[in-house]
C-alpha cells in the first residue's frame, strides 16, 4: 500500500483503495493505508462483536482536524458485497451496512469511516430487529476525575453483576471514560433491559454516592462517574469495541483485562498497541481462549521436560471442569508454606499461605495469591528439581470440594468439606503489588476462619522436612495525613430504611491509629500526636505484626459499671511523662474502641464501602488486650437507640451501609443521635468562686463563635471536681485579658467580678434546654475538650 492508489482483493472481493497516503491524524502522521491495515487486522476480533448489527459510521474524509458526519444509509457508490438491513424509522426507512467480513471493515477504512458504532442487539434471520443480546454501560468522568475513577466504578457494577451470576467485559473506550459490556440471554427486550441497567445504576449510586451519578444532568457530574445506562435503549448505539475514535491520535475502543484495570495509571491505548496485544495473543473479549490466557503467567514460569508438574502448551485444550474442587498442598520450598487452590473459571485460583490456613477463628492468616495454575495440579505430588521455579517437595495436605458464597474482586467466601480443612473460610484483598505471581509484592489477601465455628487441626509441617526461614513482604508506611470523618447530629426520624448500620456512640477522645512492623502513633482529631498519653495501646503493634495499617477509633476510660467516662478519662489526657502516667494508669485504665479501618498494606480504602470497610475490619481483628471491635447494634434505629439508653451510653452512630470515608468532613451519611443533650463551647471568662472554692474557680462564663466574634450561652458552676477546678485555674490564669471577647452587651450582673480570657479554650457541658434569650438552662460541667479547637465549633 505504498501508492496513492492500489487493487485488492480480500475475502474474494476485488476493490480499490486510493489517496493511500493521505494523513488522517496529522498529529501522529497516521495515514489513511495505516487505518486500512489496522481494520483488516484487526478484523478476527472485531467482527464477531458487531456481526449481525446495523452499523452507523462517523467518517472524516479530510482529517480529524475537520468536522466529521454520521453516515447510516448506504450510498449509490456503496458495494454490493456488502450486505445491508433496512430499519424503518418514523420518517424514512434507512438500509444499513452489516460488517461481517475483513474486506467490509477495510472498505470502511477506505472511506474514513473511523468510527463505527452499534446497537446492543442483532437482526433475525427474516431481517427483524432482535432483543439485545448485551448490556452496555458507559462510565464517563466528569470534571476532576479520570480513568482510575471509572475503574474503581466498573468494579463496582462487577461485584453487583457478579451476585446476579453475570460477568463483564471492559472497554477503555479511547475517548474518556469505561465501558462494560455484559452478555445476555437475549431473552428481555430493549426497554427491559434499559429498566435492568438503570436500577443497576442507581444502586451503585447509592452505594457510592460520592463518586458516581446516574442521573443525565451535567450539572450533577463535577467530581463524579456518571453511569450512562441508556445506550441500551433499542435506537441508540455505542462505538464497537475495536473501532477507532476520531480524536487527535489514533486511540482505540479497547478491550482491557480487569487486571489492567488495577492500574492507578490506566489509560488509553492507541491502534498500534492493540495491534501489538492482538499478535501476542490477547483478546479479553475472546471467552474460549480465557484458559489459556490466564495460564500463561504458570507457562511462563516453568518448562515441562524440566519439572514433574503438569504443563499444558498454550494450544492444549482445557480439561472438562470438575466442578468446586479444592486443593491444599504443602510446599517445602525455599520457605514452607501451604499452597491454597480453588477451581474456578477453569483454573486453581492459588494462594500461598506461609503460615497455613487459620485453624481458630480468633487468626488472620496472611495469602499471597500467586499464578492461576492448571485444574490437573490438583492431583501433583512430587519433587520439583532445587533451581527450577517453586524447587521442592510437594504434597496434598487435604483436598475436597468447596460450596461458593461469594467470589468478588477482593473478596471470597467458602466453605470447605474435606477431611482436615472444613467450615466457612474468607479471603479478603488487602494490598495490590505488581501482579498475580509476584511473590514479593504480589497480590496480599487476609485469610481467616469465620465466627461461630469450633477450631481444626493446626496445620504443622510433616515430620522430616526441613525448610528455610520465612520471607517477609516489604511494607511502606502509612500514610500521616488521615483526619477522623465527623457525623452530623440528628434525629430517629433520620434514620428510615434498612441500609444504616448501627453503632454505639463513646464519650472519649477520637483517634486515628497508624501501625506499621516498627511504628505506632495516635492522632488526636485536632492533628495532636498523643502516642506518649497513652502507651498500653502499642499492644496493637504487636497484634498486627506484619501489617501497615490506619484505623479510627475512640480512647475511652470505663467506669465501675463498664461505661465510657470522658470526666474520667479527662485524668490521662494531658498526662505524657511514664512516672505520672504509671501513677495514674491502674486508677484509670483506658481502652480504644476500633470501629473503621482506612487504609492496610498500602491499599487506600477510603473509597470502600462502610460495609466492606467493617467486612475486612472484623477479618483482620485488630483486638486484644485494651483494644477492641465493638459489636455493631441490631437494628432499626429505634432498637438501637433503645439498647444504648438500656447500657446508658451517650447515643448512637448510624452510618449509611454504602457510605464512603471522606477524611475531615461532615457527612449525613453518618447521624449521631444523643441520648443526652450536650454543647461544646469556648470559655471566655471566669469568676472566683465562694466559701471552699474562694481561692479558685466558683464558674466559667461560655460562649460560641457567631460572626467575628463570640455570642454569650450562658455560665456553669456544677459538675466541677475539685481537681478539675485546680486544673482549670492553672489553664486560664495565662489566658487571661482585659476585655470582653462577647461582642453583645451583658448585664452587670452577669459581668460581675468576671475575669476576662482569651477565647482559646474548648469544653463541653449537658444542660437541659435553651432559653428564649439564647441561653443554656441547667448546664453541668463535663470537661475540657483538648481535642477540639475553636474553629471546630464555628458553623
Known amino acids: 500500500m505504498a501508492g496513492e492508489r492500489a487493487q485488492v482483493e480480500m475475502d474474494g472481493h476485488r476493490f480499490s483503495l486510493t489517496n493511500l497516503s493521505k494523513v488522517l491524524y496529522p498529529a501522529t502522521g497516521t495515514t489513511k493505508a495505516d487505518v486500512i491495515g489496522y481494520f483488516a487486522e484487526v478484523a478476527p476480533a472485531m467482527i464477531p462483536l458487531i456481526e449481525g448489527r446495523p452499523v452507523t459510521r462517523k467518517r472524516w474524509p479530510n482529517g480529524v482536524g475537520t468536522d466529521p458526519f454520521f453516515h447510516k444509509n448506504v450510498d449509490k457508490g456503496f458495494p454490493s458485497w456488502i450486505p445491508t438491513r433496512e430499519i424503518r424509522h418514523s420518517d424514512r426507512v434507512v438500509s444499513y451496512p452489516l460488517i461481517e467480513s475483513a474486506a467490509a471493515l477495510a472498505w470502511m477504512g477506505q472511506n474514513a469511516s473511523l468510527e463505527l458504532h452499534v446497537p446492543q442487539w442483532k437482526f433475525t434471520p427474516d431481517g427483524e430487529r432482535g432483543n439485545p ?126 487486571e489492567e484495570l488495577e492500574d492507578p495509571d490506566l489509560r488509553h491505548l492507541e491502534y498500534r498497541e492493540v495491534l501489538e496485544r492482538l499478535r501476542g495473543g490477547l483478546n479479553p473479549f475472546d471467552v474460549s481462549g480465557s484458559v489459556s490466557r490466564k495460564l500463561a503467567a504458570y507457562r511462563s514460569k516453568r518448562s515441562a521436560d524440566r519439572t514433574p508438574e503438569p504443563v499444558p502448551g498454550a494450544d492444549a485444550p482445557a480439561p472438562a471442569p470438575t466442578g468446586h474442587t479444592f486443593v491444599i498442598q504443602e510446599h517445602h520450598a525455599t520457605a514452607l508454606h501451604w499452597d491454597f487452590r480453588l477451581e474456578h473459571e477453569g483454573v486453581l485460583v492459588s494462594w500461598a499461605v506461609p503460615r497455613g490456613i487459620p485453624h481458630t477463628v480468633k487468626e488472620n492468616r496472611l495469602a499471597v495469591q500467586t499464578e492461576d495454575h492448571p485444574l490437573e495440579y490438583k492431583d501433583f505430588e512430587g519433587s520439583i528439581n532445587h533451581g527450577e521455579y517453586g524447587g521442592g517437595d510437594v504434597t496434598i495436605w487435604d483436598s475436597g470440594t468447596y460450596e461458593l458464597e461469594k467470589w468478588r474482586d477482593g473478596e471470597v467466601i467458602v466453605t470447605l468439606f474435606g477431611k482436615r480443612a472444613t467450615g466457612r473460610f474468607a479471603l479478603i484483598r488487602t494490598r495490590r503489588g505488581a501482579g498475580p505471581g509476584d511473590a514479593a509484592r504480589g497480590n496480599q489477601w487476609l485469610m481467616h476462619r469465620t465466627k461461630g465455628q469450633s477450631d481444626l487441626e493446626p496445620v504443622v509441617p510433616q515430620e522430616g522436612r526441613k525448610f528455610g526461614p520465612d520471607r517477609k513482604i516489604a511494607h511502606p508506611r502509612p500514610p500521616t495525613d488521615l483526619r477522623p470523618m465527623l457525623a452530623s447530629p440528628g434525629v430517629i426520624g433520620d434514620l428510615s430504611g434498612d441500609d444504616w448500620r448501627f453503632e454505639g456512640k463513646w464519650d472519649g477522645v477520637r483517634a486515628i491509629v497508624e501501625v506499621a512492623d516498627d511504628y505506632f502513633r495516635l492522632v488526636s482529631r485536632n492533628g495532636n500526636d498523643v502516642t506518649a498519653s497513652y502507651p498500653e495501646l502499642r499492644e496493637l503493634s504487636r497484634t498486627l505484626a506484619g501489617h501497615v495499617v490506619v484505623l479510627d477509633g475512640e480512647i475511652v476510660a ?21 512516672a505520672d502516667i504509671a501513677r495514674v494508669a491502674p486508677e484509670v485504665p483506658v481502652r480504644l474502641l476500633v470501629f473503621d479501618i482506612l487504609y492496610l498494606d498500602g491499599v487506600s480504602l477510603l473509597r470502600k464501602t462502610y460495609d466492606d470497610r467493617r467486612r475486612l475490619l472484623e477479618a483482620l481483628r485488630p483486638g486484644g488486650g485494651p483494644v477492641s471491635v465493638p459489636d455493631q447494634l441490631p437494628g432499626p434505629a429505634v432498637d438501637a437507640l433503645a439498647h444504648s439508653i438500656e447500657q446508658r451510653w451517650e447515643g448512637i452512630v448510624a452510618k449509611k451501609a454504602g457510605s464512603t470515608y471522606m477524611p475531615g468532613k461532615r457527612s449525613h451519611t453518618w447521624i449521631k443521635v444523643k441520648n443526652t443533650r450536650d454543647q461544646e463551647m469556648v470559655i471566655v471568662g471566669w469568676r472566683p468562686g465562694k466559701g471552699r472554692r474562694a481561692d479558685g474557680i466558683g464558674g466559667v462564663l461560655m460562649g460560641l463563635p457567631s460572626g467575628d466574634g463570640f455570642r454569650y450561652i450562658g455560665a456553669v458552676g456544677s459538675g466541677f471536681s475539685d481537681v478539675a477546678l485546680d486544673d482549670l485555674l492553672a489553664e486560664l490564669k495565662p489566658l487571661a485579658r482585659n476585655t470582653s471577647p462577647i461582642s453583645e452587651s451583658l448585664t452587670r450582673a452577669e459581668t460581675l467580678g468576671v475575669q476576662w480570657v482569651r477565647p482559646t479554650l474548648v469544653g463541653e457541658v449537658v444542660y437541659s434546654e435553651w432559653t428564649p434569650e439564647g441561653r443554656l438552662r441547667h448546664p453541668v460541667w463535663r470537661g475540657l475538650r483538648p481535642d477540639k479547637s475553636v474553629d471546630d465549633l464555628r458553623p
Open 558 to 578: 470505663m467506669d465501675a459499671d463498664g461505661r465510657s467516662d470522658f470526666g474520667l478519662l479527662q485524668r490521662r489526657m494531658k498526662l505524657t511523662r511514664p
Open 133 to 258: 443480546d448485551r448490556a452496555v454501560f458507559d462510565l464517563d468522568p466528569g470534571p476532576e476525575v479520570g480513568l482510575a475513577e471509572c475503574a474503581e466504578v466498573a468494579r463496582a457494577i462487577r461485584e453487583r453483576l457478579t451476585d446476579l451470576k453475570l460477568v463483564a467485559y471492559p472497554v477503555t473506550s479511547g475517548s474518556k471514560g469505561l465501558h462494560l459490556y455484559v452478555p445476555l440471554p437475549g431473552r428481555q427486550n430493549s426497554e427491559e433491559v434499559s429498566t435492568f441497567a438503570r436500577l443497576l445504576a442507581e444502586t451503585v449510586e447509592q452505594d457510592m454516592p460520592s463518586l458516581v451519578v446516574s442521573k443525565m444532568a451535567k450539572v450533577l457530574r463535577p467530581g463524579k462517574v456518571f453511569i450512562d445506562w441508556s445506550q441500551n435503549n433499542g435506537n441508540k448505539t455505542t462505538i464497537a469495541p475495536y473501532s477507532l475514535r476520531g480524536r487527535d491520535h489514533p486511540t482505540v475502543a479497547a478491550p482491557r483485562t480487569w
